[in-house]
């Protein structure tokens, strides 16, 4: 993993960033930052985190969650620029559904796919509004370091349950609440935030501007049985192999060795 690469996946981890600015929970206004920041400045500042790898040393190869998906209705949920897409298509899902935030990722989506041959139904709105994807229909509905941008985690959890059949699949993967309390520095790994704090806060990178919230991990899982969702799977440490297959020596990799940075939950609707 090149540098920037470390630096990216830091970002995520609000505790690397440095000058947070606390704001207020506007919905509204957090979706006109962040759609901006994504449309603009997004993926040269973060980059992208895509399947096959759900965080900077977690792999779906390693972990099989999907199994196979051929002939399987997908839905991605925060689809950026396509790539988890395209390895949906790749292994033969029957149908494509993505949705994003930001009109810019659903351009590069749509470029990305139709220079692989695939297609797929590509929706702009926020996660947390209804915007005609149907009910009842898909047998996956995942999201790829996407989940956790959202302002509403009861209410998206709600609406991506109503958009599985009985038994269907959600698949999601953020960065681990811990790995955002916790810096390394000087050898050290030292706790900068307080890991309860979940307000909204604003940070400044390269004349862009993010705005995030800081969940707790049980607030997830409370969110996600309230949705009728029972946790099938959570994957939260690293993946060694992919550590050495690396060559990575980074404080970040020396951190991921120590405590979660990433964490995945396979979780089945009820």
Request: aromatic share 10%; net charge negative; proline share 2%.
């Amino acid at each position: 993993m090149d540098k920037n690469s470390v630096y990216r996946t830091n970002i995520i981890g609000a505790g690397e960033v440095g000058s947070a600015i606390s704001v207020d929970t506007d919905k509204n206004s957090i979706h006109e930052t962040n759609s901006s920041f994504w449309d603009t400045k997004g993926n040269d500042i973060l980059g992208a985190t895509a399947l096959p790898f759900y965080g900077a040393f977690v792999s779906e190869e390693k972990c099989q969650l999907f199994g196979d998906v051929s002939g399987k209705r997908m839905l991605e949920i925060g689809c950026g620029s396509g790539q988890s897409l395209q390895y949906q298509g790749d292994r033969k899902a029957s149908e494509l559904w993505g949705m994003d935030i930001s009109e810019k990722q659903i351009e590069k989506t749509t470029q990305l796919l139709t220079s692989c041959g695939l297609s797929a139904k590509l929706i702009c709105s926020p996660m947390e509004e209804e915007c005609g994807i149907p009910e009842d229909y898909f047998d996956f509905v995942y999201s790829i370091y996407a989940i956790g941008w959202t302002t509403d985690l009861e209410g998206t959890f709600c609406r991506i349950a109503s958009y599985l059949k009985k038994d269907g699949v959600f698949i999601f993967s953020w960065s681990h609440p811990i790995h955002k309390c916790v810096v390394a520095e000087n050898n050290m790994l030292t706790f900068k935030k307080c890991y309860f704090d979940e307000s909204w806060y604003s940070v400044s990178l390269d004349e862009g501007t993010l705005t995030l919230s800081d969940r707790k991990l049980s607030t997830y899982v409370n969110a996600l049985s309230k949705a009728g969702f029972v946790i099938e799977q959570m994957i939260e440490q690293s993946d060694d192999e992919i550590i050495q297959s690396r060559d990575d020596n980074s404080d970040f990799a020396k951190k991921a060795k120590m405590l979660p940075v990433t964490f995945v939950i396979k979780a089945r609707k009820l």
